[in-house]
């Protein structure tokens, strides 16, 4: 009786994993290899990270275009799992307000997540911030690149930087 509903099953599973040319609803857009971004270099994330870090220190927005020459679309800032800002034009207006949410929660080491996504990638950091005796640490957990063809690239513990600045 079991046998009998098998070649069913199969072909319902088939036809689910391998999208037909002509299904534009499960079908998704693999980018050629051609198309895939450069490596990010170690240099670029360092980069990435110390204007961020000027930005926080001097108390100033980042700017629109800070961030739009490494990676154009989506970005979503995190501190903690609470979404501050969901593009760059709101990364710009709400990024004052993380320290003020940081000193209300009293949060000594949040875990502050940067995802910026484009057609090709999600590139996600992730790094801690502390301060000891006035001074703040950034130290960056972890970089991660998913592309949309789940190849994924990750450097754990690339960056300590510290920041001798007294916000």
């Not at 360092?46 to 154009?72: D, G, Q």
């Not at 799992?81 to 000193?103: M, W």
Request: hydrophobic letters at 40%; one cysteine or more.
């Amino acid at each position: 009786m079991k046998l009998k509903y098998f070649p069913i099953l199969l072909i319902i599973l088939c036809t689910k994993s391998f999208a037909l040319p002509w299904d534009t609803e499960t079908r998704t857009n693999i980018p050629f290899r051609s198309e895939k971004p450069s490596k990010i270099t170690q240099q670029q994330i360092e980069r990435i990270f110390n204007l961020l870090e000027k930005t926080n220190a001097n108390r100033k927005l980042l700017s629109k275009n800070v961030l739009s020459n490494f990676f154009t679309d989506d970005v979503v800032y995190i501190v903690n799992g609470v979404t501050v800002a969901t593009d760059i034009e709101g990364l710009s207006k709400r990024l004052q307000r993380v320290s003020s949410f940081l000193k209300s929660y009293r949060i000594k080491t949040p875990l502050i997540s940067l995802v910026i996504a484009n057609n090709l990638a999600n590139i996600t950091y992730e790094f801690t911030e502390q301060r000891i005796n006035g001074q703040k640490f950034h130290n960056i957990a972890s970089v991660a690149i998913t592309y949309k063809d789940n190849k994924i690239s990750k450097w754990d513990a690339i960056l300590e930087h510290t920041n001798n600045s007294r916000n």
